[in-house]
């Protein structure tokens, strides 16, 4: 399975930006994905999942109600819908696929947002 991002960028407080994570390969054994996200200094942590199955996502606590995990599943993409965004939100955005053997990460792209 290979994950690529899209979407990054720079963006003011209070903007928004849509984050992309098209997958390729055998991509069948993929049972959940997540968008996880890694600060300069801080270790990754998990902003969003969502299953394959039933669709069934989780938010962490601090990007509810400003963000959407979502799945195209003819596409075999993922998106990340960020509104209100806020200056904490700068990271690099990782994309994260799981299956029963392994997960699988894309290369991540920067999430950059001014005061």
């Known amino acids: 399975v290979q994950l690529v991002e899209s979407g990054g960028g720079l963006v003011q407080g209070g903007g928004s930006l849509r984050l992309s994570c098209a997958a390729s390969?055998?991509?069948?054994?993929?049972?959940?994905m997540g968008w996880y996200r890694q600060a300069p200094g801080q270790q990754r942590e998990l902003v969003a999942s969502i299953t394959t199955g039933g669709g069934s996502t989780n938010y962490a606590d601090s990007v509810k109600g400003r963000f959407t995990i979502s799945r195209d599943k003819a596409k075999n993409t993922m998106y990340l819908q960020m509104n209100s965004l806020k200056p904490e939100d700068t990271a690099v955005y990782y994309c994260?696929?799981?299956?029963?053997?392994?997960?699988?990460w894309g290369q991540g792209t920067q999430v950059t947002v001014s005061s």
């Open positions: 994260k696929a799981e299956s029963r053997i392994r997960d699988y």
């Open positions: 390969g055998s991509t069948f054994v993929i049972a959940a």
